[in-house]
């Protein structure tokens, strides 16, 4: 029975340190957004090897699509144990008045971020629960995130800037949200980035290995 014990005991640990080795972040890929029409934004993001085509629909009041100014400086508000980098140089969508906005996406994507920028008072709301991971003092000042009930949703106390996440896989995210001079935001996905296949295995099979030379020693 203690054998058993011992045995069940060291296999848990060794699949506990290989879901942990598999969960590490990577980099976050933000949208890279590349044409502006009427009621329309697409860019893409390059995941890895694996392209994504990213569209915006809805009313927006400016995009930023090749240069000018950059709104995520300072990053602070957008770095956290998850996000190991803000979103890059200038590329960003306004939103002014209010209404409903989808993001679509090529392909499936999992636990999608938005990065927002100054969103004072406004009041968005999401089809599913949302997470921020970060807030702080950015371009526009200073807020806080107020959380609905649900968490579907919140007030911007002040001048939000952050990063909030949105559990789960997604072929796209539709949110509405209320008017104000405007508000900014870009989406982008982490880059988990799971061990090695081989090297998963050898780790598995050492800590087998161990097993069968204790289990021998034991009843020698």
């Known amino acids: ?80 144990a998850t996000v190991e980098n803000a979103p890059p140089a200038s590329d960003i969508i306004a939103l002014s008045s209010s209404g409903s906005v989808t993001i679509t996406f090529s392909q499936s994507v999992t636990n999608p971020l938005l990065a927002l920028v100054s969103w004072n008072g406004n009041r968005p709301r999401f089809e599913n629960e949302i997470e921020f991971l970060s807030y702080g003092r950015g371009y526009w000042g200073n807020g806080t995130p107020v959380m609905d009930s649900d968490k579907k949703g919140f007030y911007g106390s002040g001048e939000v800037h952050g990063v909030l996440q949105m559990a789960g896989t997604y072929d796209s995210i539709t949110f509405t949200h209320t008017s104000e001079g405007w508000h900014g935001l870009t989406v982008g996905v982490v880059d988990v980035a799971p061990v090695p296949l081989p090297a998963a295995l050898w780790l598995f099979g050492s800590g087998l290995a161990g097993l069968v030379g204790l289990r021998r020693k034991l009843f020698r």
Do not use: H, R
């Open 1 to 80: 029975m203690k054998m058993k014990k011992l045995l069940f005991g060291t296999v848990l640990f060794l699949i506990l340190i290989l879901s942990v080795s598999a969960a590490q972040a990577g980099t976050v890929y933000w949208t890279d957004w590349a044409a502006s029409g009427p009621g329309t934004v697409t860019g893409t993001m390059n995941i890895g090897s694996e392209t994504v085509d990213v569209t915006f629909s809805g009313a927006y009041s400016f995009a930023q699509t090749s240069g000018g100014t950059n709104y995520w400086n300072p990053a602070t508000p957008y770095l956290s």
